[in-house]
């Protein structure tokens, strides 16, 4: 099967089998290569924003439609402007030029048959590393295919709990296919390596934001990771940023943010089973100005 044939798209785990040219699938996604914004962004974290910044570039529609997401303008509203490949190309270049440390492509997945060929048409003059910035619920036939582009992999693991996961991102086989997408990100990308300003050049960074009142959701998580990576293999992220955005009020158990406790509970137990590379932010970073505006800037 070729996972680039967007005539019956297979390209993540909901496996639609819709043509793109006439039709769409679950992320609402047409064969029009479509971002809402890309320029330099100073929130990832520090080996991935340095001081420059990183290039990052947000995709329009996304193949998880959490009820809480940020960015749901452009994920799930589909806010953004259509592009070409060679358009795409261009802003990689426009980006690097700007001092970027990288190029960070945000929730790219449903656009891969467009972005492999702006990817090959600049090889030879695109010096930075590829980020991959996702939700995590990929194929590991995807990964794969990836091989060759991709040099950051930054992707979520968000639920362990398949009835979580089936509530707010409607994917009960989330846990599943992330945790396979991860073995594979770090089996495929070797341990990290960062230079000596501490920007990196390559390796997996696991992000997992806490959520509201599923404490030990994340607490089941971060045994999965102990259990199933070899220390030094990758980097971990425990955020503490959720913002109750989009619908987040239909689902009140999670219509508000975290508290000092269970952020503090999920840390303490990152360090009590040894994961300790990686980052963690200060509880007091949940602010709203985290979401960048999406008003097409550099697209
Ligand atoms: S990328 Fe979109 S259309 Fe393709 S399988 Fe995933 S959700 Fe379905
Ligand atoms: S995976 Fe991220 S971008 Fe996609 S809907 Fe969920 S929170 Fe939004």
Known sequence: MNLLDFSNCRLC????GCDRKNSTGFCGCSDKLRAARAA????????ISGTHGSGTVFFSGCTLQCCFCQNFSISIEHYGKDITPRRLGDIFLSLQNQGAHNIN?????????????????????LKIPVVYNCGGYEKTETIRLLKDYVDIWLPDLKYFDSALSARYS???????AASEAILQMVRQTGKPVLDTSGLMKK?????HMVLPGQRKDSLRLLHW?????????YLLSLLSQFTPFYKSSSYPEINRRITTFEYESVVEEAIRL???????????????EYTPPFNLEGI
């Not at 785990?13 to 639609?16: A, D, E, G, L, V």
């Open 105 to 125: 492509l945000v929730t790219p997945t449903q656009y891969l048959p467009w972005i492999l060929p702006a990817l090959e048409l600049v090889r030879d003059e």
């Open 203 to 207: 390796g997996v960074i696991i992000r």
């Open 274 to 288: 040894g994961l300790t590379q990686g980052f963690m932010q200060e509880k007091s970073s949940a602010k709203e």
């Open 170 to 176: 409607r994917a009960s086989d989330y846990f599943s």
């Open 225 to 233: 990771i102990s259990e199933n990576l070899t220390p030094g293999t």
């Open 40 to 47: 330099l962004h100073h929130w990832e974290e520090p080996c």
């Open 13 to 16: 785990p909901r496996n639609c």
